[in-house]
């Protein structure tokens, strides 16, 4: 088939052919998708992690359905959920005020330049993906801040303690990864910050709500101000702030038109209610426990060189060399799994043991159809390094020389 042109200006994420070609999708239900071939897939993709609960989840469809038909009020004005969304998010993520947004970039950059401005300070230190604004491009050189006044240390502790003798740090701003970073990593981070004497924002537009009932960093780095929005809404448009009212006090001159939009609301409100029970988080978990412990031994008794890094919540696959990736993008499409192409993967609520079997299968074929690249070198550091850095635009932890981390950055940021 040919595909006219999209004059859509943007090159938005989403699953494509290796050629670049976005797949089209027609149908969602469960842990499906059919695309437009009528060809069945499985989603690990899931909306790059968004859809928690399952395509149209059952509960937020009806109650979506109900509020565009005008029962649960209107986009006009005041309506009732922005209480309970905001209520339900404040009691998940604590803090004493909660601002809604669109998307993660939206609310991550309404949070930095809120406290920035409440502090008053110029420099923002960073580490991760933040969203697509520019604010975010990283300066020539390491270290240094960019024309925005962000200076990123890529989750380099050592460049992260000398940035911060820096007194004019307004505030540190990270996106926790728990693939590539272990609590000693956050640890010695919140000392460092603490010590420092300024705010810690968490940007959990990916990991809140997702690993358990509220921030995933609730414990390990007890951050000042927070970020969700894949959690929050089952794929709909909602993402939030929260924190202290006068960190945050410079949110009071935002406001947007869909600010009362009375579907995303419901979205939001009937997901969260899920979320506070803590189920849907268990039982994705499980299901990605089941898949990647059964995805191991396949690999493994295949002589396949593909590691699996993170847990059941999100995982991602390490594969040796750069051949071997390609073949496994191939192999997995041609088998129906959709996988975020070197990203985590991410299972929803919806895998249940039909969805589960059937991805098993499936995983077992990809494996035979790698059988002719069985018994290659072993992963290395330089692929670990290339695999964390797709996820977390930052450097996995390891014990680094500063003058090492200066290779890896070189080697990396001109990869
Ligand atoms: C950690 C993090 N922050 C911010 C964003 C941006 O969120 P959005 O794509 O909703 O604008 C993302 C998106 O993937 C993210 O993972």
Redesign the pocket.
């Known amino acids: 088939m040919t595909r006219i042109p999209s004059v859509l200006a943007e090159r938005p994420?989403c699953p494509r052919t290796p050629d670049g070609i976005p797949r089209v999708f027609t149908a969602a239900r469960g842990g499906y998708l059919t695309d437009d071939s009528g060809k069945s897939w499985i989603d690990f993709d899931n909306a790059?992690?968004?859809v928690t609960l399952g395509h149209g989840d059952p509960e937020v469809a009806a109650a979506v359905a109900r509020a565009a038909a005008g029962e649960s009020g209107s986009a006009t004005g005041w309506n009732a959920r922005v209480d309970t969304v905001t209520g339900r998010l404040r009691e998940l993520c604590g803090g004493e005020v909660v601002g809604l947004f669109?998307?993660?970039?939206?609310?991550?950059r309404a949070a930095v330049l809120a406290v920035r401005e409440s502090v008053g300070r110029p420099l923002v230190l960073s580490a991760?993906?933040?969203?697509?604004d520019p604010m975010w491009r990283p300066a020539g050189t390491p270290g240094e801040p960019n024309a925005d006044g962000i200076a990123d240390f890529y989750f380099d502790l050592g460049l992260l303690a000398e940035l911060l003798r820096d007194d004019r740090a307004a505030a540190v701003v990270l996106?926790?990864d728990h693939m590539h970073l272990s609590p000693r990593w956050y640890a010695r981070a919140r000392e460092l910050v603490s010590a420092a004497g300024v705010p810690l924002i968490a940007?959990?537009?990916?990991?809140g709500l997702r690993y358990g009932l509220g921030l995933s960093t609730a414990e390990l780095l007890a951050p000042d101000v927070w970020?969700v929005?894949?959690g929050v809404a089952n794929g709909h448009?909602v993402?939030a702030v929260g924190g202290p009212r006068e960190l945050l006090a410079p949110l009071r001159e935002i406001s947007f038109t869909s600010f009362f939009e009375p579907t995303i609301l419901a979205a939001a409100d009937r997901t969260l209610a899920r979320a506070a029970t803590g189920e849907p988080q268990r039982s994705a978990r499980a299901a990605g426990e089941r898949f990647v412990g059964h995805a191991r031994k396949a690999l493994e008794a295949a002589g396949l060189a593909v590691e699996i890094a993170g847990d059941g919540t999100l995982f991602q696959f390490v594969p040796a060399s750069r051949a071997l990736a390609r073949a496994f993008r191939q192999a997995a499409a041609d088998e129906g799994l959709l996988f975020y192409d070197g990203d985590n993967q991410a299972v929803s609520a919806a895998f249940d043991d039909t969805v589960l079997t059937d991805a098993e299968r499936r995983f077992d074929r990809l494996c035979e159809r790698l059988a002719p690249h069985a018994g290659g070198d072993p992963v290395d550091e330089p692929a670990r390094y290339r695999a964390a850095w797709n996820v977390i635009d930052g450097l996995r932890e390891a014990d680094r020389t500063p003058e090492r981390t200066r290779r890896w950055l070189a080697e990396l940021l001109d990869d």
């Open positions: 994420t790059r992690g968004s669109r998307s993660g970039t939206a609310a991550v991760g993906y933040h969203g697509y996106s926790p940007d959990e537009v990916k990991v970020t929005a894949k448009a993402a």
